[in-house]
C-alpha cells in the first residue's frame, strides 16, 4: 500500500543557549503580540496534522472493504499508526498555545514584573520550539516508523508495502515535525523577522550546521 511520501531535506537543529537577560530591542507589547500570534499558528499546526493523520488513518480503514483479503492487514497497521499519530498530536500542544491565559493575568502586573514574566514566557517557549525539533522526536519518529514498516515486512511477508509504509510514515513524521512554528526562538535576535527560509551554517557548541531553515 502507499501512504502519502513527503521529502523533507534539513539538518538538525542547533540547540541555541537562551539569554539570561531580556533583549533591549523588544518592548513588552511585541512579545505579548508575538505570542499570541505564534499561539494561534502552533493551534493551526496542530489541527491541521491532527486531521491529516486523522483522514489517513480512517482512510486506510474506509478502503479495506474494495482490496484484496490478503493485504488488509496491511491497511490495518497503517491506519492504526496514523490514527496513533493523530492523537499523540492533537494530546501534545506547544506550549506557546496555552499562553493566552497568562498573558491576560499580566496586563494587571506592575510594569517591571509584567516585563520580567513577558520575557521569562518568551524564552520557554522557545525553548519547547527547539525541544520539539530536538533529536529524540527525531528518533521516535523513526522507531514507529520502523516498527510499522517491519510488521507488515517481516511479520506479514509483504516487503514492498512494508518498505512504502515505513518510508513514508517516517517522511510525513518529519515534514509534521519541521513545518511546526519555530519563530520564537530568533525573535530576540530578530524582532522584524518575516516568514522566510533562508540558508543557514552555523558553528554552536563545536557542532556545524548547514541546511534551509523556515521561521515562522
Known amino acids: 500500500m502507499a501512504l502519502v511520501g513527503v521529502a523533507v531535506w534539513s539538518a538538525s537543529v542547533a540547540r541555541a543557549q537562551a539569554s539570561a537577560e531580556p533583549s533591549a530591542a523588544l518592548d513588552d507589547r ?3 503580540e508575538a505570542l499570541r500570534e505564534q499561539g494561534s499558528r502552533a493551534h493551526t499546526h496542530r489541527y491541521v496534522w491532527t486531521a491529516v493523520n486523522g483522514a489517513l488513518g480512517v482512510g486506510s480503514f474506509a ?17 492504526a499508526g496514523s490514527l496513533l499519530s493523530a492523537v499523540v498530536t492533537f494530546a501534545f500542544p506547544l506550549r506557546v498555545e496555552t499562553d493566552s491565559a497568562e498573558l491576560d493575568q499580566f496586563e494587571a502586573l506592575p510594569p517591571a514584573e509584567r516585563s520580567r514574566k513577558l520575557h521569562d514566557l518568551l524564552r520557554a517557549d522557545a525553548d519547547d520550539e527547539r525541544e520539539r525539533l530536538g533529536f529524540a522526536w527525531h528518533v521516535v519518529n523513526l522507531g ?11 511479520g506479514f511477508h509483504h516487503t514492498l508495502s512494508g518498505v512504502t509504509q515505513g518510508v513514508g510514515s517516517f517522511a510525513l513524521g518529519e515534514a509534521q515535525l519541521f513545518t511546526q512554528p519555530t519563530r520564537l526562538e530568533t525573535l ?20 556545524l550546521t548547514l541546511g534551509l531553515r523556515g521561521t515562522f
Do not use: C, H, Q, W
Open 30 to 32: 511585541a512579545i505579548a
Open 63 to 79: 478502503i479495506m472493504p474494495a482490496i484484496a483479503a490478503e493485504s488488509r492487514k496491511d491497511f490495518v497497521v497503517a491506519g
Open 144 to 154: 514507529v516508523s520502523a516498527l510499522a514498516g517491519g510488521i507488515i515486512a517481516l
Open 188 to 207: 530576540e535576535a530578530a524582532p522584524n523577522s518575516a516568514l522566510r527560509y533562508l540558508p543557514r551554517l552555523s558553528l554552536e557548541r563545536r557542532t
